[in-house]
């Protein structure tokens, strides 16, 4: 079992940066293919990016490519999610998901991973 606490939403204007954190609890946390997804008000939730259990392949939704990069450190349990050049339709409740079977390239076409976070709002003003 892991528990997910994400941090770092906020505010901020079209064109600024943010940076995610999702802290998992646990000891074995680079067993699990890690991901960001959001929910925008009266949207359906959708995948934004995932990372493999080592780091060494990501993926991303076309519509954050060059813009939002993943990256985890295991020895501190913690996956990230910088975003750069926001755009107002980047607005959304943010949640980190954890698997341990699938791959990342999986969990980047799911919408049921094995664990959520609680999420984290992200308001991006024009």
């Known amino acids: 079992q892991v528990q997910l606490v994400e941090s770092g939403g906020g505010l901020v204007q079209a064109g600024g940066s943010l940076r995610l954190s999702c802290a998992a609890s646990?000891?074995?946390?680079?067993?699990?293919?890690m991901g960001w997804f959001r929910q925008a008000p009266g949207k359906e939730r959708d995948f934004v990016a995932s990372i493999s259990r080592r780091g060494s392949a990501t993926y991303y939704a076309d519509s954050v490519k060059g813009r939002f990069t993943i990256s985890r450190d295991n020895a501190k349990n913690t996956v990230y999610l910088q975003m750069n050049s926001l755009k107002p339709e980047d607005t959304a409740v943010y949640y980190c998901a954890a698997d341990l079977l699938r791959t990342a390239q999986e969990l980047s076409a799911t919408l049921t991973p094995d664990h959520w976070g609680q999420g984290t709002q992200v308001t991006v003003s024009s």
């Open positions: 646990g000891r074995t946390f680079s067993s699990y293919a």
